[in-house]
């Protein structure tokens, strides 16, 4: 007497369940980076055809009327280089600041925030928007 089952299991992978979980992950992703803003105040950058990287960074803005921010906190200039100190902490590995200013504010004004960076050994990056 010959004793066989009828069900026999084939070796084959379903993707498909795969596929919708990679789909969900990525309208996660995308619905999530949507909701990160930078601190930052609002200004007319100038433009670049270059992309920049957002990363964590103190950010010093400069608006066209000469008045300085550090991460939307309004800074007189005299105490700009204590408060960039303060913010970025004394870690001295990734100290990092973003300056942000406005098309029609002096270059030497952000070299003046610039030059505080270089004296301090923090990275600087020039924050411009996209074409």
């Given at each position: 007497m010959n004793i066989r089952g009828r069900n026999k299991v084939t070796p084959e992978f379903n993707m498909s369940s795969m596929t919708d979980?990679?789909?969900?992950?990525?309208?996660?992703?995308?619905?999530?980076?949507?909701?990160?803003?930078?601190?930052?105040?609002?200004l007319l950058l100038p433009k670049s055809s270059?992309?920049?990287?957002?990363?964590?960074?103190?950010?010093?803005?400069?608006?066209?009327?000469?008045?300085y921010?550090?991460?939307r906190k309004k800074v007189r200039k005299s105490q700009l280089e204590r408060e960039i100190l303060n913010k970025v902490g004394k870690n001295k590995i990734?100290?990092?600041?973003?300056?942000?200013?406005?098309e029609?504010?002096?270059?030497?004004d952000a070299v003046y925030v610039m030059d505080i960076a270089n004296r301090n050994r923090i990275k600087s990056t020039l924050a411009v928007r996209a074409k």
């Open positions: 979980i990679v789909f969900l992950l990525l309208i996660f992703f995308m619905i999530a980076s949507t909701l990160v803003s930078a601190e930052a105040i609002d270059s992309k920049t990287t957002q990363s964590k960074s103190v950010t010093v803005s400069i608006t066209k009327n000469k008045e921010y550090v991460n990734g100290r990092s600041i973003t300056l942000r200013v406005e029609s504010v002096p270059m030497k």
